[in-house]
C-alpha cells in the first residue's frame, strides 16, 4: 500500500473550497475526484486516515482545476460555466492557437481558474492542460515503457529546457545522448523523444532525460544492424585513443574502429587530427554485445551467419567440436564462427571435453540473433 493525497471539493456553490485528503491504496492505483461527495465515499470504504486538513485553495496554486460548458464566446472572451452560482471568464488571447482554435460553445473544457476582485474567477484552458500534461509527466517518473516527445527550446548552463506539449522541463546535458556531445548548439530546436526520470522540488520542474530513451531502444537497434552487416554506415566520431576511434551510429550504437582496421587515408590520425564531432564511413566487423561493436573501415566482413538457415535446417544432423563446459551445457563449433549450445537438461549425465567431436541435431537456429540450440544425436 501507498500514500496519496487527492484534493475535493467540499462545497457544490464554491469551487475554492477544497480538502486535501490522504488515503492509502494499493500501488498502481490512482483516484481523482473533484465532487464534495468524495469524502464519504472514501470514509464509508475506509481508504481515508484521520488527519483531514481542511483549506482554501490559493490563487495560483497547482490543483485548482475544473471542468466547465463554454456559454458563449465574445470577442475574444469565452464566457465558462463552472457549475453552481459560478462563471468564469476566459481571454482567448492568452491561449494557445491550437486551443483557441478549437473552441465553440457548447463545448465542456477543463480550466485552471483563479479568483480576481470582487469575486470574479477567471480562467484559462491551456494552464489546465499543461497542468494535467505535467502530472501525466510525474506520474510516469521512473516508467521504462511511456516516453514523451518534446522540442529542445534552449540551451543554459548544465543543460536544456525541453517543451513538452506546453509544460517545461529540463534536460541536463549529461542525458541528451548516449555519448558526450561534440556540438551542445547542435540539438536547440531538434524534436527528440524523452523520458521522465526525476522531479525537481526547489524548481518544481519535470527532469528528462533523451538518454533513458535511447537505452530503451538500443537493443533493436543492434537488431537491425545485425541484418545489415554489409551496409556502409556514416557516422560521427566521439573520441579516439592510441587503440582506434570511437564512433556513433544509428542514433544510440558506439563502436571502435581499431586503429589497424582504419582507412589507409586517415593516416592523420596519427597526428590526432581527427576530433570529436567529424563524420566517418565505415561497416560493422562483430557485434559481440548490445555495449561492445568492433568497426572496421577495411570493407564489408563476409559472416558466416549468411545462409546458415539453410545450411543448418532444423532436425538436420551435423558433426561439431566441443569448445566449452559450462554449467547451462556443452558449447558445440560446427564451423569457424558458428558455435551452438547443448542444454545441460539434454546431456543427461554425459561429460566431455574440449575438442571432442560429437554428432548432433539441430533443434533451433536463429540467424539474426546468432544462436543455435543443439541436442545430441542417439
Same mark, same amino acid.
Given at each position: 500500500?501507498?500514500?496519496?493525497?487527492?484534493?475535493?471539493?467540499? /462545497?457544490?456553490?464554491?469551487?475554492?473550497?477544497?480538502?486535501?485528503?490522504?488515503?492509502?491504496?494499493?500501488?498502481?492505483?490512482?483516484?481523482?475526484?473533484?465532487?464534495?461527495?468524495?469524502?464519504?465515499?472514501?470514509?464509508?470504504?475506509?481508504?481515508?486516515?484521520?488527519?483531514?486538513?481542511?483549506?482554501?485553495?490559493?490563487?495560483?496554486?497547482?490543483?485548482?482545476?475544473?471542468?466547465? @460548458?463554454?456559454?458563449?464566446?465574445?470577442?475574444?472572451?469565452?464566457?465558462?460555466?463552472?457549475?453552481?452560482? !459560478?462563471?468564469? !471568464?476566459?481571454?482567448? /488571447?492568452?491561449?494557445r492557437?491550437?486551443?483557441?482554435?478549437?473552441?465553440?460553445?457548447?463545448?465542456? @473544457?477543463?480550466?485552471? !481558474?483563479?479568483?480576481?476582485?470582487?469575486?470574479?474567477?477567471?480562467?484559462?484552458?491551456?494552464?489546465?492542460?499543461?497542468?494535467?500534461?505535467?502530472?501525466?509527466?510525474?506520474?510516469?517518473?521512473?516508467?521504462?515503457?511511456?516516453?514523451?516527445?518534446?522540442?529542445?527550446?534552449?540551451?543554459?548552463? $548544465?543543460?536544456?529546457?525541453?517543451?513538452i506539449?506546453?509544460?517545461?522541463?529540463?534536460?541536463?546535458?549529461?542525458?541528451?545522448?548516449?555519448?558526450?556531445?561534440?556540438?551542445?548548439?547542435?540539438?536547440?530546436?531538434?524534436?527528440?523523444?524523452?523520458?521522465?526520470?526525476? !522531479?525537481?522540488?526547489?524548481?518544481?520542474?519535470? @527532469?528528462?532525460?533523451?538518454?533513458?530513451?535511447?537505452?530503451?531502444?538500443?537493443?533493436?537497434?543492434?537488431?537491425?544492424?545485425?541484418?545489415?552487416?554489409?551496409?556502409?554506415?556514416?557516422?560521427?566520431?566521439?573520441?579516439t585513443?592510441?587503440? $582506434?576511434?570511437?564512433?556513433?551510429?544509428?542514433?544510440?550504437?558506439?563502436?571502435?574502429?581499431?586503429?589497424?582496421?582504419?582507412?589507409?587515408? #586517415?593516416?592523420?590520425?596519427? $597526428?590526432?587530427?581527427?576530433?570529436?564531432?567529424?563524420?566517418?564511413?565505415?561497416? @560493422?566487423?562483430?557485434?559481440?554485445n548490445?555495449?561492445?561493436?568492433?568497426?572496421?573501415?577495411?570493407?564489408?566482413?563476409?559472416?558466416?551467419?549468411?545462409?546458415?538457415?539453410?545450411?543448418?535446417?532444423?532436425?538436420?544432423?551435423?558433426?561439431?567440436?566441443?569448445?566449452?563446459?559450462?554449467?547451462?551445457g556443452?558449447?558445440?563449433?560446427?564451423?569457424?564462427?558458428?558455435? $551452438?549450445?547443448?542444454?545441460?537438461?539434454?546431456?543427461?549425465?554425459?561429460?566431455?571435453?574440449?575438442?571432442?567431436?560429437? /554428432?548432433?541435431?539441430?533443434?533451433s537456429?536463429?540467424? #539474426?540473433?546468432?544462436?543455435v540450440?543443439?541436442?545430441?544425436?542417439?
Amino acid at each position: 500500500m501507498i500514500e496519496q493525497e487527492i484534493r475535493v471539493r467540499l /462545497n457544490e456553490e464554491d469551487p475554492f473550497e477544497t480538502t486535501q485528503v490522504k488515503i492509502s491504496v494499493p500501488k498502481g492505483t490512482k483516484i481523482m475526484s473533484t465532487e464534495p461527495y468524495a469524502v464519504q465515499m472514501l470514509k464509508l470504504y475506509g481508504l481515508m486516515n484521520s488527519e483531514l486538513v481542511v483549506t482554501k485553495a490559493q490563487e495560483n496554486r497547482k490543483g485548482n482545476i475544473g471542468s466547465g @460548458v463554454i456559454v458563449n464566446i465574445t470577442g475574444d472572451t469565452a464566457l465558462i460555466d463552472i457549475g453552481g452560482k !459560478y462563471t468564469t !471568464y476566459c481571454q482567448l /488571447n492568452s491561449e494557445r492557437k491550437e486551443i483557441r482554435d478549437q473552441i465553440v460553445p457548447g463545448m465542456h @473544457v477543463d480550466v485552471k !481558474y483563479k479568483r480576481q476582485g470582487e469575486g470574479q474567477i477567471i480562467a484559462s484552458i491551456s494552464d489546465a492542460v499543461n497542468d494535467m500534461k505535467e502530472q501525466e509527466l510525474i506520474s510516469a517518473i521512473g516508467s521504462k515503457s511511456v516516453a514523451f516527445t518534446g522540442r529542445v527550446k534552449e540551451l543554459i548552463h $548544465g543543460g536544456y529546457w525541453i517543451d513538452i506539449s506546453g509544460v517545461t522541463c529540463f534536460m541536463p546535458g549529461s542525458l541528451a545522448g548516449m555519448n558526450k556531445l561534440w556540438d551542445f548548439e547542435s540539438l536547440v530546436g531538434r524534436e527528440l523523444i524523452f523520458m521522465p526520470i526525476n !522531479y525537481a522540488q526547489d524548481k518544481q520542474t519535470v @527532469v528528462v532525460s533523451h538518454r533513458e530513451y535511447l537505452q530503451t531502444i538500443l537493443p533493436t537497434k543492434v537488431a537491425e544492424r545485425r541484418a545489415n552487416l554489409k551496409e556502409k554506415i556514416t557516422g560521427h566520431v566521439t573520441g579516439t585513443t592510441k587503440f $582506434g576511434v570511437f564512433a556513433e551510429f544509428d542514433s544510440c550504437l558506439t563502436g571502435m574502429i581499431p586503429k589497424e582496421e582504419l582507412a589507409e587515408s #586517415l593516416s592523420q590520425y596519427e $597526428g590526432r587530427e581527427i576530433k570529436p564531432g567529424d563524420e566517418i564511413s565505415f561497416w @560493422v566487423k562483430e557485434i559481440i554485445n548490445d555495449n561492445k561493436i568492433t568497426l572496421t573501415q577495411t570493407g564489408s566482413v563476409e559472416t558466416p551467419w549468411e545462409g546458415a538457415e539453410e545450411r543448418y535446417s532444423p532436425m538436420s544432423s551435423h558433426v561439431g567440436i566441443v569448445t566449452k563446459m559450462t554449467k547451462y551445457g556443452a558449447f558445440v563449433e560446427l564451423e569457424p564462427g558458428i558455435v $551452438g549450445l547443448i542444454h545441460s537438461s539434454s546431456l543427461k549425465e554425459v561429460i566431455f571435453a574440449k575438442g571432442d567431436s560429437v /554428432n548432433v541435431r539441430i533443434r533451433s537456429i536463429l540467424p #539474426l540473433e546468432q544462436r543455435v540450440s543443439l541436442a545430441l544425436v542417439s
